[in-house]
């Protein structure tokens, strides 16, 4: 038996399966990172999977039909590949909600069906082609029906969020931030100044493309460091900073996991209300401000942070927060 268990040993993670009339459909080699480790994207027609390169064990898997079996790598961890309902989606290996999302979708035809084919994604946009569109090139004289030549159609992409995803995965312990990930941030992340933006970092302004995904994902790691740059600009707030707070759309309790003390809880709730932030900023020298109202969510939410704050030991926090509620119970609070 301890011979057979050095031939075969044991083996905790989730080999290889498939499933009763489940055929493979496609299977590609991701690329690999500096001698690292790296994946193999398999495609059948339930499911997308990733197997580690050395053992064939499932590092991840989604439940999904494709619209084409062709992959796309978008590093050594992660494939890019069109869903039967006609979204761009990724898969990780990371664990739980994080091991998938969408990177864009396409057009539902109005009349009629066309099927299409993610060819490549770059550092900005992504190409596919439709089935029924082409291009045909004929000089005077010649048959005028020669065969369409297929035509792609390019469109802009927001890679952050998968390129994170990646740099997660390719580091050996995923709560350690990475040089890849330092990279990856610092070249398709934050972004406030216009166009154009250099060669190989991507589009958007004002905090395009960066999603609430993408900030759950690094804080969930616990790189709080590269989540507060994500937000705003810096990883180490300071209360009389100017850094902006980016994007408006993403949730304000979001937000919150990314700002690692009492003064950029204030400095996120405060955001967009110029006099409002000049208070949050300075409240010892009488700034005029309208406080919002005890019922405003920004009120409730801070009551709730300055819980967290006093569990941590922070009263002079937990205190800045409680003046921003501005209720009578703020006060027994601190003597609860």
């Known amino acids: 038996d301890g011979g057979l268990a050095q031939i075969i040993p044991h083996i905790k993670t989730e080999s290889l399966w498939l499933r009763h009339s489940e055929e493979v459909l496609n299977m590609t080699e991701l690329p690999q990172y500096e001698e690292g480790r790296h994946c193999i994207a398999v495609a059948t027609q339930f499911r997308v999977l990733l197997l580690s390169s050395t053992r064939l064990n499932i590092r991840a898997q989604i439940s999904c039909q494709l619209a084409s079996s062709t992959f796309v790598s978008i590093g050594s961890h992660t494939v890019?590949?069109?869903?039967?309902?006609?979204?761009?989606?990724?898969?990780?290996?990371?664990?739980?909600?994080?091991?998938?999302?969408?990177?864009?979708?396409?057009?539902?035809?109005?009349?009629?069906h066309a099927l299409y084919s993610l060819m490549a994604i770059r550092p900005e946009r992504f190409l596919y082609a439709q089935h029924h569109a082409g291009s045909r090139l004929i000089e005077q004289g010649e048959n005028k029906n020669s065969f369409l030549i297929p035509t792609c159609v390019t469109r802009p992409a927001m890679l952050l969020e998968p390129m994170i995803a990646n740099a997660l995965c390719e580091a050996d312990n995923p709560d350690e931030s990475t040089i890849l990930l330092r990279a990856v941030i610092e070249r398709f992340g934050r972004k406030v100044g216009s166009f154009p933006h250099s060669d190989g970092e991507g589009v958007g302004v004002n905090g395009t493309g960066l999603t609430q995904h993408a900030i759950e994902m690094v804080s969930a790691h616990g790189l709080q460091h590269p989540a507060s740059w994500l937000l705003a600009g810096t990883s180490q707030f300071e209360r009389n900073s100017q850094s902006k707070i980016l994007p408006s759309w993403i949730p304000m309790s979001t937000k919150a996991l990314a700002s690692p003390d009492p003064d950029s809880h204030l400095h996120v709730l405060s955001h967009g209300e110029q006099y409002f932030?000049?208070?949050?900023?300075?409240?010892?020298?009488?700034?005029?401000?309208?406080?919002?109202?005890s019922s405003d969510p920004s009120s409730i939410f801070s009551h709730e942070l300055a819980f967290v704050a006093m569990e941590k030991g922070d009263i002079a926090g937990a205190l800045r927060l409680l003046d921003l509620t501005g209720t009578e119970g703020s006060e027994s609070t601190l003597f609860y």
């Open 80 to 112: 890019a590949f069109l869903s039967s309902d006609n979204k761009v989606r990724y898969l990780c290996c990371l664990e739980g909600k994080f091991c998938t999302g969408i990177i864009a979708t396409l057009p539902v035809m109005r009349y009629g």
């Open 277 to 293: 932030m000049d208070y949050v900023k300075s409240p010892d020298y009488n700034m005029s401000s309208t406080l919002p109202r």
